[in-house]
């Protein structure tokens, strides 16, 4: 069984390769390969999530190197639950993009560009949960890195490549620091492997642990996007098209906070900076919501609530107690799938109502309704309404706060609880604006060609494009005047709005929808092992044993 675990690492990779290769020649290939290896890393996940929790951690040296010589790949209970619903998620989104037509559109450039980095950005996300060591977890980072300014500036236009550079400065930012951190780390103790730091950290000067450990919290908390080192999120996600910003907001800031759980376990026990990690779940909580309530556009609106609620998470982890790491597990797995369904709706909205614009979009309960459920349901979740997952996720980590009992704690319940109704207010908010009030003057319709804000169409055939399965077969364009709707299509260029909206779009964004509900109809469950996860991160010594062969 140890040798599956290096599989969602490969597969991926060895799938990018057939996609450079075959690039634009069979796309129909290049698509199948590429939903076939995400379904196989699919698979593999829940067979390690399943041996993780029946017979403890699995570990794999490569090439038989032992620490800390060789890289080390391990998985536990945390590791199999976060590979599976990010596997899901990402499949979700890859059948999204599909049909979308994203990939249909990779004809100007040389290469299919798109396949490969999001098989990248997959392997990478994946090498993050399995690290077992620093080295190892930061070059996922940078394999992440690489994937993401490719998905984030696709067509070149200049929103896009604004944001990029923004998203990469403070991505190497952070890099600089990790760096950093990790040469303090080997200089002391001559060795980056989770299991042996493990051992060897606590034979440290309390201040040199302590300056580590701040170091690494730093790092994370950028990737995390935690208050005050979120600043970047809003201005680089929603520009990007929609299945972009989806698995950017479902999964890359949830890989922070899955190493800030990762490191605050079992590296750093005691939980010595349990106080400033509930300071910043505090103002990533009020800051992010109240940043939502003054949005307009319905992505950065969504960006703030991802900000704001990363809290509710670091929330737990500052707790560290069992409740509340267990509490804060379901709340990730809740959150992936939430955001990622949100930030897909979005981008329905957008192909159906041609904008974002909360104040350029209305009616779209009675013209579209299936839409209107889609966005419903997870909105409502969003917000914590019971008996959803978001709710279980919540009340868990209250009650957590309750049982702790602290100043801090209680704190942290009521910010909870306010953060709570801010959300549910926000989400009522998009609803009244975009689907229950009567349609704006000046509304998109139905076939109205819309134009992105510094980029034209370089199609020189005026009809349809007719790209098959993306809706826009056979509708004839209606011009508007530039900038007063945006798309946010792969290379930037012209779309044309449709009220039959893509039928793989809206099925994987119900699939999203339907997983974040199995949270609901298998609580129980899905509790029991966040707790035996829980249990098992707090005690370190299964980790340690399974990797040092103890």
Not at 244 to 249: L, P, R, Y
Not at 325 to 344: C, D, E, K, M, N
Request: with cysteine; aromatic share 8%; charged share 10%.
């Amino acid at each position: 069984m140890n040798a599956l675990v290096p599989l969602p690492v490969l597969l991926p990779l060895c799938a990018t390769g057939l996609s450079l290769t075959f690039g634009t020649r069979m796309q129909r290939f290049q698509r199948f390969v590429s939903v076939a290896v995400l379904t196989a890393v699919l698979a593999l996940s829940i067979i390690l999530m399943i041996a993780a929790d029946r017979h403890g951690p699995l570990s794999v040296h490569l090439g038989d190197f032992a620490p800390p010589l060789g890289i080390t790949l391990v998985a536990d209970r945390l590791t199999g639950l976060m590979l599976t619903v990010s596997s899901a998620v990402t499949l979700c989104v890859l059948i999204y993009s599909i049909g979308q037509g994203m990939t249909d559109r990779d004809k100007e450039t040389p290469v299919a560009v798109f396949h490969p980095a999001y098989l990248i950005l997959v392997a990478g996300v994946s090498c993050t949960f399995l690290a077992g060591d620093l080295v190892n977890l930061f070059v996922s980072f940078e394999i992440m890195l690489v994937a993401s300014f490719v998905l984030l500036t696709l067509g070149g236009t200049g929103p896009r490549m604004r944001a990029g550079s923004t998203y990469v400065i403070i991505s190497l930012f952070s890099s600089m620091v990790f760096l950093i951190a990790i040469a303090m780390t080997y200089a002391a103790l001559g060795t980056v492997n989770f299991a042996q730091l493990a051992e060897r950290l606590p034979g440290l000067p309390l201040g040199v642990q302590t300056l580590i450990e701040a170091m690494l919290i730093t790092v994370f908390a950028i990737k995390a996007a935690a208050f005050p080192v979120a600043a970047w999120l809003p201005d680089s996600y929603p520009t990007a098209p929609a299945p972009v910003t989806a698995v950017f907001a479902g999964l890359l800031t949830k890989v922070g906070v899955y190493c800030m759980m990762r490191t605050e376990t079992l590296l750093f026990p005691g939980n010595r900076i349990g106080d400033l990690l509930m300071a910043v779940a505090l103002a990533s909580m009020i800051i992010g919501i109240l940043g939502a309530v003054a949005q307009t556009d319905l992505k950065r609106l969504l960006s703030f609530t991802l900000v704001s609620h990363i809290g509710f998470m670091v929330f737990g982890i500052g707790l560290a107690t069992r409740e509340a790491y267990g509490g804060a597990i379901v709340y990730v797995v809740h959150h992936i799938t939430v955001q990622t369904t949100l930030f897909l709706v979005a981008g329905l909205i957008e192909r159906r109502g041609g904008t974002n614009e909360l104040t350029r979009l209305g009616g779209l309960a009675k013209a579209a309704p299936l839409l209107a459920l889609l966005f419903f349901v997870p909105a409502m979740n969003l917000a914590g309404i019971p008996p959803l997952s978001g709710f279980i996720g919540k009340l868990g980590l209250m009650r957590a706060g309750v049982a702790e009992g602290s100043a801090w704690a209680w704190i942290l319940v009521a910010g909870s609880v306010v953060t709570s109704l801010l959300t549910l207010y926000v989400t009522a908010k998009v609803w009244n604006l975009a689907f229950w009030r009567a349609a704006p003057p000046g509304q998109a319709e139905a076939g109205t060609l819309l134009e992105s804000g510094d980029d034209t169409d370089d199609d020189t055939d005026e009809g349809p494009d007719n790209i098959p399965g993306t809706g826009d077969e056979g509708i004839e364009p209606v011009h508007r005047p530039a900038g007063q709707t945006v798309a946010a299509t792969q290379h930037g260029r012209a779309v044309i709005t449709t009220s039959r909206l893509p039928r793989p779009m809206m099925a994987a964004t119900a699939a999203t929808i339907a997983l974040a509900l199995s949270f609901t109809v298998f609580a129980g469950p899905l509790t029991a092992f966040t707790d035996r996860s829980a249990v098992e991160l707090l005690e370190r010594t299964p980790y340690i044993e399974e990797v040092l062969g103890k």
